[in-house]
């Protein structure tokens, strides 16, 4: 899912600043996607109703902002999109300057894909309302030929053809789709915010007059569909309908509410919709430098709650050997303590029957679990204390408990003591 210039930048901001470092980045490219989005908007929306859509987009993004190298995606797919949705909005192709941002975006992440999708998807909008047979032409021949340099430079990445065909690879994993909690459906039993994304839109569609052109409707249904079936999608709804709500729904908001009184809170919106002084831009950089000083000096760490810190120091101390068989949720954590895990996040290096084979195994669905530990010639495990498969050790002959605290159990061959 990733290439090694991400990795190589997470790598070089830990070596030097620390995981206060992460944070600091990660949420600056965060800001950076949110402050784009709302600036965009600005272009069609009351400022109001565009602190409100950014508010409400940033509420569902929140759900995938991690320190992983997806969240230096987020400001280029905001930018993309825009860009993309501004030539629709003037009737125009998408300039070519835009491709490097491609570039760019697949030595990153895999999803680039969404990228080009939608741009695929606009143009093919663009064919559909062109007013007559020359227009229709004019933008299939623009907008081809967009397509087919942006698909040019996705192919200049370390994987080529390979890092092409890896998002198809890993959607065609179903059972891993199944098991991976963020390639799940959302969760609605506790509140989810994306429920709320649906009702502002079941409001604004039945009682408030929004009304899209059957295309972008068919766009913007298309991502609700990939957030329903796949959560780890809920940012890309977030940033990105907006984008391309906002320009078709900016004058129908705008009619209906001409001719009210202006209230306090449309007045303030105007307000902060004014472009920034050279003053106010100034102390806004030294606010946000300040403040990334003081989460740097004060050194952020992940929570102790969630590393099995402990349990590696047990093993450490009983001198254990051997291969690990870990839970799913730990492999990156070996991975940061140079450990090579039996498995980890990165699902695609393992495959759809490996993972099935794994999640059985743990699940104590099948007995393939003894099997899996003499395979591997496994020496120790690092499970979590809900997992069957911890049970299952406690009662299988060769093995023994070394360790055992909330967070994991270590068991360990017999021979290994």
């Not at 991690?66 to 999109?81: E, I």
């Not at 994993?173 to 459906?185: C, F, G, L, P, T």
């Not at 980890?344 to 743990?362: C, H, P, Q, S, V």
């Amino acid at each position: 899912q990733t290439c090694a210039l991400p990795i190589s930048i997470i790598a070089a901001i830990y070596n030097h600043f620390g995981w206060s470092g992460l944070v600091v980045v990660a949420a600056g490219s965060a800001a950076l996607a949110v402050a784009l989005l709302l600036r965009l908007l600005l272009r069609w929306l009351e400022p109001a109703h565009a602190m409100l859509a950014t508010a409400l987009g940033w509420d569902l993004a929140f759900f995938h902002v991690a320190a992983r190298p997806h969240v230096f995606t987020l400001p280029l797919m905001v930018f993309w999109v825009g860009q993309l949705v501004v030539a629709r909005e003037r009737g125009r192709v998408p300039p070519l300057w835009l491709t490097p941002l491609l570039l760019l975006w697949a030595n990153l992440h895999a999803s680039w894909v969404l990228g080009l999708g939608l741009a695929g998807l606009l143009g093919a909008e663009a064919l559909i309302e062109a007013p007559d047979w020359l227009a229709r032409r004019r933008a299939a021949q623009g907008w081809a030929l967009f397509g087919i340099l942006g698909f040019a430079v996705v192919l200049i990445t370390p994987f080529g053809l390979d890092g092409l065909l890896l998002p198809f690879k890993l959607t065609s994993m179903k059972y891993a789709m199944q098991v991976i909690s963020e390639w799940r459906s959302p969760n609605f039993q506790p509140f989810h915010p994306l429920e709320l994304w649906i009702a502002l839109v079941f409001v604004g569609g039945l009682s408030g007059g929004w009304r899209l052109p059957w295309p972008r409707v068919l766009i913007v249904m298309f991502l609700l569909h990939m957030t329903l079936q796949h959560q780890r999608y809920i940012d890309v709804l977030g940033l990105v309908s907006p984008l391309l709500m906002g320009p078709l729904l900016g004058p129908l908001i705008a009619a209906q509410i001409a001719g009210r009184p202006v209230s306090t809170i449309d007045r303030g919106a105007l307000e902060l919709a004014k472009p920034a002084s050279p003053f106010g831009l100034a102390l806004g950089g030294a606010v946000l430098l300040l403040a990334s000083a003081i989460l740097l000096r004060h050194g952020e760490s992940p929570p102790e709650g969630y590393s099995p810190k402990a349990a590696l120091a047990a093993v450490a101390a009983a001198q254990v050997a051997g291969p690990v068989f870990n839970d799913y949720d730990f492999g990156g954590y070996l991975i940061f303590r140079g450990i090579p895990p039996m498995i980890d996040g990165r699902n695609e290096l393992y495959g759809d029957a490996f993972i099935k084979r794994y999640t059985e195994a743990t699940q104590v669905l099948s007995n393939a679990l003894p099997g899996l530990l003499d395979e591997y010639h496994v020496g120790w495990t690092l499970l979590e204390p809900k997992s069957p498969a911890v049970v299952l050790l406690d009662h299988l002959a060769g093995w023994h408990r070394l360790y055992a605290d909330d967070i994991a159990i270590v068991h360990v061959r017999d021979r290994a003591k």
